[in-house]
């Protein structure tokens, strides 16, 4: 047997040894209903979580915090402990149920997406509600794959519980009707006495009607209420969400040229003093009438107290419009107001219709017009008219939390997925990468890119393990152990921090083939396992079995062979993970080689080499364009026998077991779906998808099969 070489320096260990998968700002879009009929495996592709984060201060970003409605009358609001946050329908978020008293955000898991052992899959959330007890009910779009594989779909209201779990389904797997949601035994939010709203320094205040929150400094919560008072008055407009064709009284200059807009009620004429008295709303009640109580201000005017005196308002007998005409009976100002009065001091009163396209002096569309806060459990709910990309463009009522502290919230959009392949494109790695970039948005309601980085440094490798929390996931062509076996790997700086990676997943398993030269085969009369074990038993150290350097899988393979069967071969060790099949087919230094089924696909098509066996396991059988290949388990002396490549992924130290867990479940689902299913058929792989606890259980497996490999006296 050649001397073992030893393991390479950090940079290719390093690159051969995982992916590691960056995070970066992303959002996802809102899918189509053909779409999601057409594939109902891949469901809710909108963002599954809302992360209610504070904001800056001094200037929110009212478009990401005015982001749905609720599905509860506002009278009630106060009584809720339960919110629903539904998404306009620009927004790429699906639905969500915020708790206003424990400040906790709740969403449909992804385990809860389908049921009925798949019959049914949750393929949009459509709302959230509140029942007559401001309880929440979930109504979500459902496709149903029959059993003749035909598919059906539906809308139903089903319940969840506190772990997003359905504990009243939308649909019942036997055919009969589910419990009403409505019902008395479908109750999963209790709503006991601690529901009711915390006190809070806070307190909601008015300038000119416009209610904003003081804390007990007398300091205002942005947006803070105009001191303007056609700016507020505007805004009480709006705030009535007036329909077109409504009017108001405004001023106008001799020129014709809007001074005030036509957004007051009836006003008195200009003073001597140049100044004109404007009144609005002194309360918060939107239902404005005669009684309403009034609060004034009068306001300076700028001008000629001369000009337009010469003016006098006319009727056009056409238009049924008042407008302007000169001495001479021509119209100087042409009619277009619903009434006018005379010119005093420069300035005419007049009405017309509300001006929809006018806005005060410095106004941003983005800013919200609030309508009224509501105290609700720890939080405060805000109802406000909001125009922005999110809208429409259009005026639409939405909501807004604030916290205690004074604190806008605002749902922050999951970061895209970077998924780092720290190897060039084209390898397996890369392949499982791009699997995943696929697939993984439509789940986890993020884009995911993936990114070659081929030269990684030590200060790299320490950052994706240990940083970057739940921003953060390693896909890794792990060898198992972590940090290798002690007198096999060579310790590397980065072994030690490979212990502190947390598990996620398994991706997937891929086996090894052993393959020998065909014409030796002929020659020697070795066609099976058995025959070879035969042979090697008859010849002792006459056969030589090729490998990768120490410590990749090859040679755990090798080892655990000659460990299990007791026959006495040769291991010849070749530079890097694998011997290509050349050392066979041309340079003839081998007899038999230990490979991934790509390192000998081209040899065995064309008949240099043939396959004796796989390292899989016996209940996953490989095969070769319609030739099936046994496993080398199946043969008596080597029961029990599995070697393979694990695929897996492993989360940053200082990463959150919860979010770790959601990305296993988005990744169980697409090891799940027939499209990928068929894909790693085709790879000869066998999936992977299970608990984070299975990945270290695996571990742990693959250190005893170290153990059992080493043995052999000879390596």
């Avoid at 505007?234 to 014709?256: C, E, F, H, N």
């Avoid at 709910?381 to 005026?395: F, I, K, M, Y």
């Avoid at 027939?674 to 790879?683: F, N, Y």
């Avoid at 299970?690 to 043995?711: H, K, N, Q, V």
Wanted: with cysteine.
């Amino acid at each position: 047997m050649l001397p073992a070489r030893p393991m390479k320096r950090l940079r290719l260990f390093a690159a051969l040894l995982w992916l590691g998968i960056a995070l970066g700002p992303a959002r996802a879009a809102p899918p189509t209903y053909q779409a999601l009929y057409a594939n109902p495996e891949r469901a809710l592709p909108m963002q599954p979580t809302w992360q209610l984060q504070p904001v800056d201060a001094q200037a929110p970003p009212w478009e990401d915090i005015f982001t749905f409605t609720i599905g509860i009358a506002p009278n009630l609001i106060e009584r809720a402990r339960w919110l629903s946050l539904n998404p306009g329908k620009h927004s790429e978020r699906a639905p969500a149920l915020f708790d206003a008293l424990d400040g906790r955000v709740l969403f449909l898991s992804p385990a809860a997406r389908s049921f009925c052992d798949g019959r049914w899959q949750v393929v949009r959330q459509e709302y959230i509600s509140l029942n007559p007890a401001l309880q929440p009910l979930h109504r979500v779009w459902l496709v149903e794959r029959k059993p003749g594989g035909g598919l059906r779909t539906t809308t139903a209201n089903g319940r969840i519980d506190a772990q997003g779990q359905w504990a009243v389904p939308p649909v019942s797997c036997d055919g009969k009707d589910t419990i009403s949601a409505d019902s008395p035994a479908a109750l999963s939010y209790l709503m006991p006495d601690g529901s009711r709203p915390v006190p809070s320094e806070l307190q909601v205040d008015t300038v000119f009607a416009q209610p904003g929150l003081r804390d007990a400094r007398g300091q205002w919560r942005p947006p803070a209420p105009p001191r303007d008072i056609t700016t507020a008055r505007w805004m009480d407009y709006k705030r009535q969400m007036v329909t077109p064709g409504s009017t108001g009284s405004g001023l106008i200059d001799a020129r014709g040229r809007m001074v005030i807009p036509f957004i007051f009620g009836e006003r008195p004429d200009a003073t001597a003093q140049r100044r004109i008295q404007l009144c609005t709303a002194a309360g918060l009640d939107l239902q404005r009438n005669a009684s309403t109580p009034q609060v004034c201000r009068w306001q300076r005017l700028h001008g000629s107290s001369n000009a337009g005196a010469a003016l006098r308002p006319v009727k056009d007998a056409v238009t049924g419009r008042w407008g302007y005409q000169n001495a001479r009976g021509q119209w100087a100002i042409a009619p277009q107001f619903e009434s006018a009065r005379r010119f005093r001091h420069g300035y005419a009163v007049v009405s017309g219709a509300f001006p929809q396209d006018w806005r005060p002096p410095g106004w941003q569309d983005e800013r919200p017009i609030i309508r009224q806060f509501h105290r609700v459990g720890r939080h405060w709910v805000v109802d406000a008219l909001v125009r922005n990309a999110s809208t429409g463009g259009a005026w639409e009522l939405r909501y807004g939390l604030m916290n205690d502290a004074g604190q806008w919230l605002a749902a922050v959009p999951q970061p895209a997925l970077h998924v780092t392949v720290l190897v060039p494109p084209g390898g397996r790695s890369g392949h499982y990468a791009e699997m995943l970039a696929s697939h993984l948005p439509t789940l986890l309601g993020r884009s995911v890119q993936v990114d070659h980085v081929p030269t990684a440094t030590e200060a790299d490798y320490r950052r994706l393990m240990t940083e970057g929390g739940n921003e953060k996931v390693l896909l890794a062509a792990l060898r198992l152990p972590r940090g290798g076996i002690e007198g096999v790997h060579q310790a590397a700086p980065i072994d030690a921090l490979m212990h502190s990676l947390r598990p996620v997943t398994l991706l997937a398993s891929e086996p090894l083939v052993l393959a020998i030269d065909s014409t030796k085969a002929d020659t020697l009369g070795i066609h099976s396992t058995d025959d070879l074990l035969a042979y090697a038993r008859a010849h002792p150290g006459s056969l030589r079995i090729g490998t990768g350097d120490d410590g990749w899988t090859g040679h755990l393979a090798f080892g655990q062979f000659r460990a299990a069967s007791g026959v006495d071969v040769q291991r010849v060790v070749f530079k890097g993970m694998y011997p290509d099949s050349d050392v066979i087919t041309k340079e003839h230094a081998v007899d038999l080689l230990f490979a991934p089924v790509n390192g000998v696909a081209v040899a065995v098509r064309r008949g240099q080499l043939r396959v004796l066996g796989t390292t899989a396991d016996p209940a996953h059988p490989q095969s070769f364009e319609g030739v099936p290949w046994p496993t080398l388990g199946s043969s008596a002396p080597l029961a029990g026998y599995t070697t393979y490549d694990h695929f897996s992924l492993w989360a940053p130290a200082n990463s959150e077991a919860a979010s770790n867990r959601t990305l296993q479940e988005a990744v169980a689902q697409v090891l799940a779906t027939p499209e990928v299913r068929k894909q790693l058929q085709d790879l000869r792989v066998v999936g992977g998808g299970g608990s984070p606890e299975s990945l270290l259980a695996l571990e742990d497996e693959e250190r005893e099969r170290w153990m059992r490999a080493l043995s052999s006296p000879a390596r």
